[in-house]
């Protein structure tokens, strides 16, 4: 699925104008907590967030993430705007919730990309 | 040759694929002077169409605008010429096929400016004028293309140029350990600019031609890192980034409060933040925990009221060197 498609199914507004639609969505995440979002995400997902603020965008950056789903029709302060913009990671907001787009999401054939949680710290990921 | 195509092969292009959308950028970034055509063939008003075709097709150019003295009245198309031709009038002047109403464009603006127009109306060219008022060029879509093209080019090469200089940097300088260190002064509080440092050194790495698994590794442990400084210090605290080419040392350091249980703040789970960092999306006791899965040494030791020491460690393999293009 790519980023165009993506923002069909969640019936969503891109925020950010110079994203490439074309770029390929693997699979998806959903969290509000920016390391819970770290700690499970594989790279090239959708993140499914309710949170709007820069560190969305830097977490994205940081874990490879190919979009960013705001849920609930939010839209975020221009700097989070401006810094997706310059990162160049699309950023779609929805109307629907997080339960609605996760599965909208996955009757669309999208799979899963959060790793299950380690419940041992000390093995290595 | 079997050097020079693992050479190739170690020039991360990430971000090349990306250019795509970068055209929409160069759009707003490239002005409409950077792209036109100079000096443009122009005519005067008097001129008898027949002279036009020949002027046309010396030129190779399908358009030109009307200029009298230094005021631009008008512009003149090969429709209008084609119109002029039915009618067998091939003696009358320019003034009377030419358009009166020309749409122009400034030399200052952006290029994404005559996109606009170039998409909303059946215009193919428009005559660009200076501040003042004055022609001082032509602006067709294939100008537009041309100038596009030309600007990606330059990006491309100018990127390609720093990774690949970046992802040798160790090769020519001969000492029994090369060490690149990277410092980044983080502030207490300031919120909006974290992950600014991951950012940095994450881009560096790629630079450097680490993989990008390395690269994605270092980037979120350093951003936890990073955030926690952010979080929980007094007055902020220094990260710092040592590149070898085997091997890649991360330090994040800070003089205060300390961490009074090290085991318990390791705990998955456990968190001293304050209610409005989790509404911010952090403090949800993770940190550490990411830390040490992405890394694969961690060492964190603090002292209560001196400081608080994070000391994390990557090791590379053989393939995955930094800085060097044959390992």
Known sequence: ?125 | MENSSSQKNRVITDKVVESISRVEELAYELKIDQVMTHDPQTIAPDVVMEDVLEIFRKALISGAPVVSGDALVGILSMEDLIHCLRKNDLRAPVSEYMTKKVITVKNSEQVIEALKFFVNTKLGRLPVVDIDGKLVGILTKGDVTRGLLKALQQDYQTEELIRYRASHLFEDIESDRTSLILRYDIKAGDFVKGGTASSHIKRALLRLGASPQIARRVGIAIYEAEMNLIIHTTRGGVIRIEIEPHQILMDAYDDGPGIPDVNLAMKPGYSTATEEIRELGFGAGMGLVNISRCVDQMKLESVVDKGTRLKMKIFLNEENTVGEATP
């Open chain 1, 1 to 125: 699925m790519n980023v165009d498609e993506l923002r069909k199914i969640v019936n969503g507004k891109l925020l950010t104008p110079n994203s490439d639609l074309s770029r390929e969505v693997k699979g998806g995440c959903g969290a509000d907590l920016m390391s819970d979002v770290l700690a499970s995400i594989q790279p090239e997902a959708v993140l499914l967030t309710g949170l709007c603020n820069p560190q969305v965008i830097r977490t994205a950056q940081m874990a490879d993430v190919a979009a960013v789903v705001l849920v609930r029709g939010k839209i975020p302060p221009q700097e989070t705007i401006d810094l997706a913009i310059q990162e160049r990671i699309p950023v779609i907001t929805s109307p629907y919730g997080m339960f609605e787009l996760c599965g909208r999401l996955h009757r669309a054939g999208m799979p899963s990309l959060e790793m299950p949680v380690d419940i041992d710290p000390s093995a290595k990921a």
